[in-house]
């Protein structure tokens, strides 16, 4: 079958709309070797059919989790989720003696994306110091953030994010079950940090932070803190491309190049 004409049965025997559309087709070409537009579509609208999702909620949560305000991508130590998943999604996999197969989740179709891939990749990263639904409210922050925080954490209220938080609910839980839960992680403290006190940002603080990263990532960044938060250098450590180093009280205990560093 011919790409346009997959596009067209897809389109028209689904009802997929264009951003999902394109979600599953980017899925079909990279995640399970063998995969076609239409299985990876149905399996969608299985997944939103089961989860009482609208299909017109997930295409509205689709354009919001890419739009141009947006634009975070994982590094390379981000980006080693895909090899995970890939090793194990054609596995089967017994729970309580019952066959369990899991390549069709969504939560791992995201992975598959470069576009939404950080939603894995951030999620894996929180999901350290924090639960479920903290990461749910960093993710709803960071796809609406505005870049208004010049004067202080400032998210102010957002209609959108009221309406995007169902579907992130559904996509983060479906994340932790079938890409946390599964054994996959994206890397660790190193032992120099470990013994510090660990401290976590509110999510509404977190978002703004990485957000404000990522829109001066072709900048040097730094930043001072009184003290040091785990859930942030673990972020960093997956989706920042630069020279990280943290310094406490003038001593440098971490210094390591990540992804494609500027000299």
């Not at 739009?67 to 017994?94: A, H, W, Y």
């Not at 839960?181 to 401290?199: A, F, V, Y």
């Not at 703004?208 to 990532?217: E, F, G, P």
């Not at 785990?230 to 972020?235: A, C, N, P, T």
């Amino acid at each position: 079958m011919s790409e346009a004409a997959a596009l067209a049965l897809a389109s028209n025997q689904l009802s997929l709309g264009s951003n999902s559309l394109g979600f599953a087709k980017t899925v079909a070409d990279s995640f399970v070797k063998g995969s076609s537009l239409v299985d990876v579509s149905v399996g969608i609208l299985k997944w939103l059919s089961r989860e009482c999702i609208d299909g017109k909620e997930f295409e509205y949560a689709l354009q919001i989790c890419n739009s141009e305000i947006t634009r975070v991508f994982p590094n390379e130590s981000g980006m080693r989720i895909q090899d995970q998943l890939r090793q194990t999604s054609l596995k089967d996999r017994r729970v309580a003696g019952l066959t369990v197969t899991v390549d069709g989740s969504i939560g791992r179709m995201f992975a598959f994306d470069v576009n939404y891939m950080y939603l894995v990749t951030t999620t894996l990263s929180l999901m350290a110091d924090h639960p479920p639904e903290y990461v749910i409210e960093a993710l709803c922050f960071m796809a609406l953030d505005k870049d208004l925080h010049r004067e202080g954490v400032n998210h102010p209220y957002s209609i959108q994010r009221t309406r995007l938080k169902p579907v992130m609910t559904k996509i983060v839980k479906s994340i932790a079950y079938n890409v946390a839960n599964s054994g996959h992680r994206l890397g660790k403290l190193p032992s120099k940090l470990e013994g510090l006190c660990q401290h976590t940002t509110s999510a509404a603080t977190f978002a703004a932070v990485v957000m404000a990263i990522t829109r001066n990532s072709n900048n040097d960044v730094l930043l001072y803190s009184g003290c040091f938060h785990s859930d942030v250098y673990l972020w960093l450590c997956n989706h920042y491309n630069g020279h990280l180093e943290v310094s406490v009280e003038g001593e440098i205990l971490v210094d390591i190049k990540l992804g494609i560093s500027r000299p």
